[in-house]
């Protein structure tokens, strides 16, 4: 039987993607340089799907709330095309979808102005039975809240992704996985009182920690013990939209897949590096191979470890 990963967010549709020279400074006036003009499919749990479906290790079920205009978007007919079961979604009778706008400067520094259209007002479809695997993107509210109790009542493998606010300190007992980004984990770690995020990985030793560095690779925490891992390489860097979703389409696929933590954080960077390459979030993904081959190719060690 096909193996099927619940993925359940509350946000955007797609954004709208402008480069800018920079970000401003309060009352600043600053140049765009580019935009997509049309909005550009996207949201994190969408972007997540696409990611999982693209890897074919296992089939991606999307919860997620759309306004009465999403029939008219061909959204659904491009997800459901891409492999992603869309049972799950949600639709929010004489509200818009949300949408975003995206500024980011060369360097992937990014200024997001979110609205959430029916992200704001849609409840969970309860009760519903969930898969082994689940995971949570951004954002944390009462659709995103509703199936996340639902999904630790039934004992499930939960991974949320994207969130580091103090809402989320009351479910990080029963979590089996956060991947989150630096400023993330500093403001979750400020809103739990704890110095740093070594120590939150102490305070959560049965968690799986993923922090991302951007350039800099990325960290998974485990009981406090941190393993290190360099950033891989991308061909070319075009728009970091989606960077982080894709890291998490790799290691929840890959964690799914039986693969140890640590050999998924080398797949979560992969796919990554992928994205980053292509305009938007949901661009052409790679498959399971190419992130296979271009770790071999990048890091022909890892492969050699995985031998002894």
Aim: hydrophobic fraction near 40%; charged fraction near 20%; aromatic fraction near 8%.
């Amino acid at each position: 039987m096909e193996q099927t990963i619940a993925v359940i967010g509350a946000a955007a549709i797609g954004d709208y993607l402008f480069h800018v020279e920079h970000l401003p400074d309060r009352g600043e006036i600053v140049r765009i340089t580019e935009h997509s003009g049309a909005l550009v499919p996207g949201g994190c749990a969408p972007n997540i799907a696409c990611g999982i479906a693209a890897l074919g290790r296992a089939r991606p079920r999307l919860f997620y709330p759309v306004g009465d205009d999403f029939s008219a978007t061909g959204l659904l007919e491009q997800w459901q095309a891409r492999g992603i079961d869309c049972s799950g979604l949600t639709v929010v009778p004489g509200v818009p979808s949300g949408c975003a706008w995206m500024y980011m400067q060369a360097d992937g520094t990014t200024m997001c102005f979110s609205y959430y259209g029916a992200a704001a007002s849609a409840r969970a479809a309860l009760p519903v039975e969930l898969p082994e695997w689940v995971v949570l993107a951004p954002v944390l509210g009462d659709y995103t809240a509703g199936y996340l109790t639902e999904a630790l009542r039934q004992r499930r493998k939960v991974v949320v992704t994207g969130i580091g606010k103090a809402a989320l300190g009351p479910w990080l007992p029963e979590l089996y996985g956060l991947i989150i980004n630096r400023r993330e984990a500093q403001e979750l770690c400020q809103a739990l009182d704890l110095p740093d995020r070594r120590a939150l990985s102490e305070a959560y030793p049965h968690l799986l920690l993923y922090i991302t560095d951007g350039g800099e690779g990325s960290s998974l925490y485990r009981a406090g013990a941190e393993t290190k891992f360099s950033p891989v390489q991308a061909g070319q860097l075009m728009d970091f939209t989606g960077a982080g979703d894709s890291f998490t389409a790799g290691v929840v696929s890959a964690l799914a897949a039986g693969i140890p933590p640590e050999r998924a954080a080398w797949y979560g960077a992969s796919m990554a590096s992928f994205v980053i390459e292509r305009q938007g979030g949901q661009c052409p993904m790679p498959t399971w191979e190419e992130i296979g081959a271009r770790l071999d190719c990048q890091f022909p060690q890892l492969r050699k470890e995985e031998m002894k």
